[in-house]
């Protein structure tokens, strides 16, 4: 059960938070854009945004077992291209902050496939997933499960 409804108790806040969403979402490719959000959610135990970011991949036609190697993305061989790798790695390295996160070594990766503008989108991307998890885990969200969100 959720403990509040943020758009409605903090509409300002909610509100800058989807402007962010809204820039995100139209800066950075929509594959990578479900990839990254869908990482981001299992590093920061988001059962809400796992459910709801594996889903959204899967209708805009991700295939399942590149869903699945998001979980283990550095063991995943072929299931990943180069690209997105760099793009997971970036993920784990933003979302896992720390005094070694966002290496050279990582950014570098990521510099290799994508311009100056493209980095900065994705770093948004990554930053804003992350809020939204912390939102989703503060407010008690869990994954809808009625008629029109089946398990199965």
């Known amino acids: 059960m ?21 820039y995100a979402r139209t800066h950075v490719d929509k594959t ?13 135990g988001c059962g809400f945004c796992v459910d709801m970011h594996a889903t959204a991949a899967a209708t805009h036609g991700v295939p399942a077992r590149t869903l ?13 291209d180069d690209r997105q790798r760099a793009v997971l790695a970036l993920t784990d390295a933003v979302t896992l902050v720390g005094p070694e996160s966002v290496t050279d070594e990582v950014w570098e990766r990521a510099a290799v496939f994508f311009s100056e503008k493209e980095l900065g989108s ?23 499960v009625d008629a029109a969100h089946p398990v199965a």
């Open 32 to 44: 990578l854009y479900e990839l990254l959000k869908l990482r981001a959610s299992i590093l920061n």
């Open 122 to 144: 994705l770093v948004v991307a990554i930053a804003t997933i992350n809020v939204w998890n912390r939102i989703a885990l503060a407010t008690g969200m869990t994954p809808p």
């Open 2 to 22: 959720t403990r509040i409804d943020l758009s409605r108790t903090n509409r300002g806040g909610y509100a800058a938070v989807l402007a962010l969403e809204a």
């Open 68 to 80: 699945h190697a998001v979980a283990a993305w550095q063991h995943a061989g072929e299931l990943l």
